[in-house]
């Protein structure tokens, strides 16, 4: 019987097009990452959940998964993740465009990307207190 499959994650963010990977963080594809934000309080849900849920594509660092193009959450935090740009899963029906944006980005895009999702963590830090 299949009662052990891994459990499906609460959706969140717009649309309900993310994932919760911690009780503060929603990841989603097309949506990116957001990490305490109004968008991430669904997942305080997934604390109160019989067992794990399993977010993401495949295993990368620090334990977690891949929650959007080229970034690796686990229940804590987010990081940038090189092998999260090569996972092609569900991404077919996307774009190539898309694809080339983050997979062939210059350096100060990636920059961009990294000081976007630190602004992101910054602010919701504040929301909660």
Do not use: W
């Not at 929603?26 to 957001?34: F, K």
């Not at 305490?36 to 849900?45: K, P, W």
């Not at 944006?101 to 992101?120: W, Y």
């Amino acid at each position: 019987r299949g009662i052990d499959v891994a459990l499906k994650c609460i959706p969140c963010g717009p649309g309900n097009r993310g994932n919760c990977f911690g009780p503060n963080i929603c990841c989603g594809e097309e949506l990116g990452c957001y990490v305490g934000t109004s968008e991430t309080l669904r997942c305080v849900e997934e604390n109160y959940l019989p067992s794990p849920c399993e977010a993401g594509g495949k295993a990368c660092s620090s334990g977690g998964r891949c929650a959007a193009p080229g970034v690796c959450c686990n229940d804590e935090s987010c990081t940038m993740d090189t092998i999260c740009l090569d996972d092609d899963s569900d991404r077919s029906r996307e774009p190539s465009e898309k694809n080339l944006t983050v997979l062939d980005g210059s350096a100060s895009d990636f920059l961009l990307k990294l000081m976007h999702l630190a602004n992101r963590q910054q602010q919701g830090k504040h929301q909660f207190y």
